[in-house]
């Protein structure tokens, strides 16, 4: 399989892992759009978030979420997060990801 996300969650390409418990890998994203970005994966390749059926993933990436903005220091200050989902959704890797990011005052704009 060709998907960089499975690639990094079997450790084939270096990542800066951030946190990983049995279901999903946290990583910095190696092209950050806020001082802290990071991208969270589940371990099992689901494209998109229209094909994810699986509570305990669900479930997982949210607290996750919430590990990261701790470990980041930004949970008081706050945090966005993002699931790009589909084409005109800008997803461009096909590997359902949640970005977390934070760490100054981010655009209010949402497209």
Known sequence: MGCIFCK?????????????????VAFDDI??????HVVIVPKQHIESLNEL???PTWFAMLKAA??????KGIAESGYR???????????????????VMGGRMLDSKMG
């Open 8 to 24: 990094i969650v079997s450790n084939e390409i270096p990542s800066t892992k951030v946190y990983e418990d049995d279901l999903v």
């Open 31 to 36: 092209q950050p759009q806020a001082p802290v």
């Open 53 to 55: 059926t699986d509570s």
């Open 66 to 71: 919430q590990e990261v903005a701790k470990i």
């Open 81 to 99: 997060t993002v699931i790009n989902c589909g084409k005109d959704g800008t997803q461009i890797i096909w590997h359902l990801h949640l970005h």
